[in-house]
Protein backbone atom coordinates (compact mmCIF):
# COMPACT_ATOMS: atom_id res chain seq x y z
CA UNK A 1 0.00 0.00 0.00
CA UNK A 2 1.41 3.16 -0.94
CA UNK A 3 1.23 5.58 2.62
CA UNK A 4 -1.65 7.83 2.20
CA UNK A 5 0.10 10.32 5.28
CA UNK A 6 3.77 11.45 5.80
CA UNK A 7 4.54 10.08 9.36
CA UNK A 8 6.49 11.83 12.12
CA UNK A 9 8.76 9.44 13.72
CA UNK A 10 8.88 9.67 17.84
CA UNK A 11 10.74 6.93 20.06
CA UNK A 12 11.34 5.24 16.43
CA UNK A 13 7.06 5.00 16.13
CA UNK A 14 5.78 6.27 12.50
CA UNK A 15 2.79 8.67 13.95
CA UNK A 16 0.51 9.80 10.75
CA UNK A 17 0.95 13.78 9.97
CA UNK A 18 -2.74 14.72 9.26
CA UNK A 19 -5.72 15.86 10.79
CA UNK A 20 -9.02 13.73 12.52
CA UNK A 21 -11.01 14.88 9.65
CA UNK A 22 -8.72 13.80 6.94
CA UNK A 23 -7.55 10.67 8.98
CA UNK A 24 -11.43 9.42 9.33
CA UNK A 25 -11.92 10.02 5.58
CA UNK A 26 -9.46 8.10 4.69
CA UNK A 27 -10.61 5.07 6.85
CA UNK A 28 -13.85 5.53 5.06
CA UNK A 29 -12.64 4.68 1.75
CA UNK A 30 -10.49 1.81 3.26
CA UNK A 31 -13.77 0.33 4.57
CA UNK A 32 -15.47 0.99 1.64
CA UNK A 33 -12.75 -1.01 -0.25
CA UNK A 34 -12.35 -3.63 1.97
CA UNK A 35 -8.76 -3.13 2.07
CA UNK A 36 -7.32 -4.55 5.77
CA UNK A 37 -6.00 -2.07 7.77
CA UNK A 38 -4.91 -2.55 11.13
CA UNK A 39 -4.89 1.15 13.27
CA UNK A 40 -3.00 1.93 16.53
CA UNK A 41 -3.84 4.82 18.85
CA UNK A 42 -0.31 5.59 20.93
CA UNK A 43 0.05 7.75 23.55
CA UNK A 44 3.24 8.07 25.60
CA UNK A 45 2.70 4.69 27.82
CA UNK A 46 2.30 2.58 24.61
CA UNK A 47 5.77 4.25 23.26
CA UNK A 48 7.97 3.69 26.39
CA UNK A 49 6.15 0.43 26.80
CA UNK A 50 7.24 -0.47 22.60
CA UNK A 51 10.54 0.89 23.55
CA UNK A 52 11.27 -1.94 26.40
CA UNK A 53 9.41 -4.66 24.90
CA UNK A 54 10.99 -5.35 21.30
CA UNK A 55 8.34 -7.89 20.13
CA UNK A 56 5.83 -4.78 20.69
CA UNK A 57 7.59 -2.47 19.04
CA UNK A 58 7.48 -5.25 16.22
CA UNK A 59 3.84 -5.45 16.04
CA UNK A 60 3.63 -1.78 15.98
CA UNK A 61 5.75 -1.95 12.35
CA UNK A 62 2.84 -3.71 11.28
CA UNK A 63 0.17 -0.77 11.85
CA UNK A 64 -1.24 0.80 8.96
CA UNK A 65 -1.84 4.02 10.44
CA UNK A 66 -0.70 4.97 14.20
CA UNK A 67 -2.55 8.16 15.64
CA UNK A 68 -1.62 10.46 18.34
CA UNK A 69 -3.84 9.83 20.93
CA UNK A 70 -2.27 12.02 23.90
CA UNK A 71 -0.66 15.27 24.22
CA UNK A 72 2.26 13.56 25.26
CA UNK A 73 2.53 12.92 21.57
CA UNK A 74 1.92 16.22 20.25
CA UNK A 75 4.30 17.94 22.93
CA UNK A 76 7.09 14.90 21.84
CA UNK A 77 6.97 16.01 18.46
CA UNK A 78 6.99 19.79 18.98
CA UNK A 79 10.75 19.24 20.95
CA UNK A 80 11.93 17.36 18.17
CA UNK A 81 10.81 20.17 16.19
CA UNK A 82 8.61 17.86 13.58
CA UNK A 83 4.97 19.21 14.91
CA UNK A 84 1.77 17.08 14.29
CA UNK A 85 -1.65 18.97 13.73
CA UNK A 86 -3.41 17.79 16.68
CA UNK A 87 -4.60 14.83 18.62
CA UNK A 88 -6.35 11.99 17.25
CA UNK A 89 -7.85 9.69 19.90
CA UNK A 90 -9.39 6.66 19.96
CA UNK A 91 -12.74 7.20 21.35
CA UNK A 92 -13.03 10.72 18.72
CA UNK A 93 -12.26 8.59 16.16
CA UNK A 94 -14.31 5.31 17.15
CA UNK A 95 -17.53 7.76 17.68
CA UNK A 96 -16.69 9.31 14.15
CA UNK A 97 -16.75 5.81 12.50
CA UNK A 98 -19.73 5.02 14.32
CA UNK A 99 -21.54 7.52 12.73
CA UNK A 100 -20.72 7.38 9.44
CA UNK A 101 -21.25 3.61 9.67
CA UNK A 102 -24.40 4.24 10.72
CA UNK A 103 -25.59 6.06 7.37
CA UNK A 104 -24.28 3.16 5.40
CA UNK A 105 -25.41 -0.07 7.16
CA UNK A 106 -21.96 -0.92 8.17
CA UNK A 107 -20.97 -4.21 9.76
CA UNK A 108 -18.93 -3.75 13.12
CA UNK A 109 -17.69 -6.10 15.60
CA UNK A 110 -17.40 -5.67 19.16
CA UNK A 111 -14.38 -7.26 21.10
CA UNK A 112 -13.52 -6.79 24.76
CA UNK A 113 -14.32 -5.13 27.75
CA UNK A 114 -16.28 -6.97 31.10
CA UNK A 115 -19.58 -8.51 30.05
CA UNK A 116 -21.91 -6.27 31.81
CA UNK A 117 -19.85 -3.12 30.14
CA UNK A 118 -20.44 -4.66 26.98
CA UNK A 119 -24.05 -5.39 27.24
CA UNK A 120 -24.58 -1.76 27.71
CA UNK A 121 -22.15 -1.00 25.18
CA UNK A 122 -24.42 -2.87 22.56
CA UNK A 123 -27.36 -1.54 24.04
CA UNK A 124 -26.00 2.18 23.42
CA UNK A 125 -24.44 1.62 20.21
CA UNK A 126 -28.01 0.11 19.19
CA UNK A 127 -29.91 3.23 20.55
CA UNK A 128 -27.75 5.69 19.36
CA UNK A 129 -26.48 4.20 15.79
CA UNK A 130 -29.63 2.69 14.65
CA UNK A 131 -28.56 2.12 11.00
CA UNK A 132 -25.27 0.01 12.09
CA UNK A 133 -25.55 -3.63 12.08
CA UNK A 134 -23.82 -5.84 15.02
CA UNK A 135 -22.70 -8.39 13.61
CA UNK A 136 -21.21 -9.90 16.63
CA UNK A 137 -20.05 -9.04 20.50
CA UNK A 138 -18.13 -10.78 22.89
CA UNK A 139 -16.28 -9.40 26.30
CA UNK A 140 -12.46 -9.80 26.74
CA UNK A 141 -12.60 -12.70 29.14
CA UNK A 142 -11.80 -15.06 26.15
CA UNK A 143 -9.58 -18.33 26.22
CA UNK A 144 -9.78 -19.60 23.36
CA UNK A 145 -8.68 -16.82 20.53
CA UNK A 146 -8.83 -19.40 17.44
CA UNK A 147 -12.79 -19.98 18.39
CA UNK A 148 -12.96 -15.69 18.96
CA UNK A 149 -11.60 -15.13 15.22
CA UNK A 150 -13.22 -17.99 13.69
CA UNK A 151 -17.08 -16.07 14.89
CA UNK A 152 -15.32 -13.07 13.85
CA UNK A 153 -14.65 -14.41 10.61
CA UNK A 154 -18.21 -15.98 9.96
CA UNK A 155 -20.09 -12.38 11.10
CA UNK A 156 -17.90 -10.64 7.63
CA UNK A 157 -18.18 -7.13 9.93
CA UNK A 158 -16.64 -4.16 8.12
CA UNK A 159 -14.83 -2.57 11.23
CA UNK A 160 -13.67 -5.03 13.91
CA UNK A 161 -13.12 -3.18 17.38
CA UNK A 162 -11.05 -4.37 20.02
CA UNK A 163 -10.70 -2.75 23.62
CA UNK A 164 -9.01 -5.52 25.84
CA UNK A 165 -6.27 -2.54 26.03
CA UNK A 166 -2.76 -2.43 25.31
CA UNK A 167 -0.66 -4.63 24.15
CA UNK A 168 -2.93 -7.36 24.19
CA UNK A 169 -5.07 -5.75 21.68
CA UNK A 170 -2.47 -5.27 19.29
CA UNK A 171 -0.88 -8.79 19.34
CA UNK A 172 -4.25 -9.81 18.62
CA UNK A 173 -4.91 -7.87 15.72
CA UNK A 174 -1.31 -8.19 14.31
CA UNK A 175 -2.29 -12.01 14.60
CA UNK A 176 -5.19 -12.43 13.54
CA UNK A 177 -5.79 -9.51 10.86
CA UNK A 178 -5.29 -11.61 7.73
CA UNK A 179 -8.99 -13.33 8.88
CA UNK A 180 -11.27 -10.51 7.74
CA UNK A 181 -10.66 -7.49 4.75
CA UNK A 182 -11.71 -5.07 7.44
CA UNK A 183 -10.39 -2.46 9.85
CA UNK A 184 -9.19 -3.40 12.91
CA UNK A 185 -8.24 -1.15 15.49
CA UNK A 186 -7.44 -1.12 19.22
CA UNK A 187 -9.67 0.86 21.48
CA UNK A 188 -8.37 0.45 25.16
CA UNK A 189 -10.97 1.60 27.54
CA UNK A 190 -13.07 3.14 25.03
CA UNK A 191 -16.08 0.57 25.58
CA UNK A 192 -16.02 1.73 29.29
CA UNK A 193 -16.50 5.68 28.02
CA UNK A 194 -19.19 4.55 26.09
CA UNK A 195 -21.08 2.31 28.12
CA UNK A 196 -21.13 5.54 30.89
CA UNK A 197 -19.40 3.03 33.12
CA UNK A 198 -16.07 5.87 33.08
CA UNK A 199 -16.51 9.28 32.75
CA UNK A 200 -14.81 11.24 30.06
CA UNK A 201 -13.43 14.54 31.20
CA UNK A 202 -15.44 17.26 30.26
CA UNK A 203 -15.01 19.89 27.23
CA UNK A 204 -12.61 22.53 29.47
CA UNK A 205 -10.19 19.88 30.26
CA UNK A 206 -9.68 18.41 26.95
CA UNK A 207 -9.36 22.04 25.39
CA UNK A 208 -6.80 22.37 27.98
CA UNK A 209 -4.85 19.32 27.32
CA UNK A 210 -5.56 18.36 30.98
CA UNK A 211 -7.38 15.04 30.02
CA UNK A 212 -4.85 13.39 32.02
CA UNK A 213 -5.34 15.42 35.28
CA UNK A 214 -8.88 15.02 35.20
CA UNK A 215 -8.78 11.21 35.04
CA UNK A 216 -6.34 11.03 37.67
CA UNK A 217 -8.39 12.77 40.33
CA UNK A 218 -11.31 10.66 38.92
CA UNK A 219 -8.89 7.75 39.70
CA UNK A 220 -5.75 7.91 41.78
CA UNK A 221 -5.14 4.20 41.05
CA UNK A 222 -3.60 5.62 37.59
CA UNK A 223 -0.45 7.86 39.87
CA UNK A 224 2.06 4.80 38.63
CA UNK A 225 0.83 4.93 35.34
CA UNK A 226 1.29 8.73 35.09
CA UNK A 227 4.77 8.60 35.64
CA UNK A 228 5.29 7.42 32.49
CA UNK A 229 5.13 10.45 30.96
CA UNK A 230 7.92 12.72 32.61
CA UNK A 231 10.28 9.76 31.71
CA UNK A 232 9.21 10.02 28.53
CA UNK A 233 9.54 13.61 28.31
CA UNK A 234 12.88 13.67 29.40
CA UNK A 235 13.96 10.34 26.59
CA UNK A 236 12.23 13.19 24.03
CA UNK A 237 14.39 16.28 25.27
CA UNK A 238 17.33 14.02 25.33
CA UNK A 239 17.45 12.79 21.62
CA UNK A 240 16.26 16.17 20.32
CA UNK A 241 19.59 17.54 22.23
CA UNK A 242 21.50 15.05 20.29
CA UNK A 243 20.03 15.79 17.07
CA UNK A 244 21.00 19.25 17.42
Do not use: C
Not at 30 to 54: G, K, W
Not at 161 to 188: C, D, N, S
Amino acid sequence: MSAPFKTVSILDVPFINTTNAAFVTQLQTDILAHQNRFVVTANPEILMYAREHPDYQQVLTQADYITPDGIGVIQGAQILGTPLPERITGYDTLLSLLTWGAQHQQRIFLLGAKPAVLKQVVEKVKDTYPGLVIAGALDGYFQDADAVVNQIAAAKPDMIFVATGFPKQEFFIAKYRHRVAGLWMGVGGSFDVLAGAVKRAPKFWQDHHIEWLYRLIKEPSRFKRMLVLPRYLRLVKKIAKNQA
